[in-house]
């Protein structure tokens, strides 16, 4: 019996504030997320990537270093947030109900 191995294509995508990395390579059936990203390169270029720590997602959605990656999927890497989305929300918020008072 013979086994075919498929050949596709995925992409890896990491931001800074100051750099953008987006990078298409091509993996075979049964790459996980984790041999994608170390495929890539992205950790030869930001060495201070630490997968045991920093969350990764694909399509916007967080998984799993060792979920098996598919056809046109785009793992991300996500830095931590400075702040708390939720805070500063309510914080504008607050900032324009004291404008609307004259304050």
Not at 6 to 28: D, N, P, S, W
Request: hydrophobic share 40%.
């Amino acid at each position: 019996m013979e086994v075919t191995v498929e050949k596709f294509e995925v992409e890896v995508a990491y931001a800074t504030t100051t750099a953008q990395f987006l990078r298409k390579i091509t993996v075979t059936t049964g790459t996980t997320v984790k041999q994608v990203v170390e495929q890539s390169g992205l950790l030869d270029q930001f060495p201070m990537i630490d997968l045991n720590t920093t969350s990764v997602g694909t399509f916007g959605k967080l998984t799993k270093l060792d979920q098996i990656v598919q056809s046109g999927d785009r793992v991300e890497i996500y830095r931590p947030l400075i702040a708390d989305p939720k805070a500063q929300r309510r914080k504008r918020a607050a900032m324009g109900k004291d404008m609307r008072k004259g304050v």
